[in-house]
């Protein structure tokens, strides 16, 4: 979610009750070292690890995973903490985890492949495809087009601030179903918050509404294109759409947790319901496959040139992270590393999890998934620079001691 929300897909929603939360309380006890090379355990901890092991003993997550691929080529899988407060057990190298609005930029692409089969027009209007939805309290499908949807500069609030409004609604809610409409209905409540195209603003209600664009056109379920178009093609087996009414993880995973304030109790909310993310927030996956999906995309193996042209053509982000400039365009985001590097990715926030990521042109790539959502803004800088340290070879930890 975006800044200024509670709950889901990315930090927007999440962020108005995190930005109000101090830091959380930190956990006891040391960071479990467990860096992987093809399968062997790694020797002393590196830049990367410290970062992760910190994110524990200083930041206060349950748990960290995360996958780096450096310019060599070489895949890395990391774990820090433990992936059960209750047990103990270690956190599982790779294992799934929720990735709330990097969902986002898979719905983006069945748009844009859409767009190059001549099925979409990404300057036809909302109102064009899904007649009659976007209307009442000033809201007007007729002036958004689908590209301002993707771009998330049609104006719409977001349905979080609505559906979510204080902390403690991650977890009274997360057993909560949603229809996707019910989602779109409840933002249409609140008048847009400026013109279509005069700004950037993020809005989850933006990919709900490009999902039901997507199941209009094709007359098949988003999750279904999803997985067919990118999940299956890229081979990725531990990636997945959940099913109506699905809350458990299906494969190896470690929990999630939510505190709703500083000093509070990490509860535990693995098993939640994703509907409230639907297409701008449902899927599930691991750090290597979601930076093997966002190599893939960079690279230009999944959309032809034009849309990939189209997708990567930005606008300035403010705010869609709390450090370092961001610029947005369709379903992904660019930034320049501290190494002076251009990379690109987009993260997301669910219930339980909060994921970050990075790949790089040449080959690069970075994801770090926490099992906790953060309860300040210094908690989600924290995240962003342990994936600048994995691309960049900068120890942010041991420089901000010196």
């Known amino acids: 979610m975006p800044p200024h929300a509670v709950t889901s897909t990315r930090r927007p929603a999440l962020r108005a009750v995190a930005a109000t939360l101090a830091a959380a309380t930190i956990l006891t006890g040391s960071a479990a070292f467990a860096a992987t090379d093809s399968g062997r355990p790694a020797g002393p901890p590196d830049a990367v690890q410290r970062q992760l092991d910190g994110l524990v003993s200083e930041s206060g997550f349950p748990g960290v995973l995360a996958s780096v691929r450096g310019a060599d080529g070489r895949v890395r899988d990391y774990t820090a903490g433990v992936g059960d407060l209750q ?16 969902t986002k930029t898979f719905t ?104 039901l664009i997507v199941e209009q056109v094709t007359e098949r379920p988003i999750g279904e294109e999803i997985t067919n178009r990118i999940i299956r093609p890229l081979g990725l087996r531990d990636t997945y759409w959940p099913g109506v009414g699905e809350q458990s993880l299906r494969g190896t995973h470690p929990h999630g947790y939510v505190a709703v304030g500083p000093g509070a109790p990490w509860v535990d909310v693995t098993d939640m319901d994703p509907s409230l993310g639907w297409a701008a927030g449902q899927l599930v996956s691991t750090p290597d496959e979601l930076r093997t999906f966002f190599q893939a995309l960079v690279d230009g193996r999944l959309l032809k040139p034009a849309q990939q042209k189209a ?53 690069r790539g970075a994801v770090v998934a926490v099992t906790g959502l953060p309860t300040g803004e210094q908690m989600l800088a924290e995240v962003n620079e342990s994936v600048e340290t994995a691309l960049c070879g900068t120890d942010h930890r041991a420089s901000s001691a010196r």
Request: include cysteine.
């Open 87 to 102: 047990t103990r057990r270690p956190v599982p190298r790779d294992g799934q985890v929720r990735i709330g609005s990097n």
């Open 108 to 211: 983006a692409v069945v748009v844009l492949q859409l767009v190059g089969e001549g099925r979409i027009d990404l300057d036809a209007t909302v109102e064009h495809y899904l007649p009659g939805v976007v209307r009442g309290h000033g809201n007007d499908g007729s002036a958004i087009t689908v590209r301002q949807l993707l771009q998330q500069t049609s104006g719409l609030a977001d349905y979080d601030d609505v559906l979510f409004t204080k902390a403690q609604d991650l977890i009274d809610k997360s057993h909560s179903y949603y229809q996707p409409r019910r989602l779109v209905d409840a933002a249409l409540t609140n008048a847009p918050h400026f013109a279509s195209g005069a700004r950037w603003e993020y809005s989850n209600t933006n990919y709900v509404l490009a999902g």
């Open 311 to 363: 997708m990567m053509t930005t606008v300035p982000a403010p705010g869609f992270e709390p450090t370092g400039e961001y610029a947005y365009g369709l379903g992904i985001a660019s930034h320049e590393l501290p190494c002076g590097v251009e990379a690109w990715g987009h993260g997301g926030d669910i219930q339980g999890f909060e994921t970050r990521n990075l790949v790089t042109r040449d080959g």
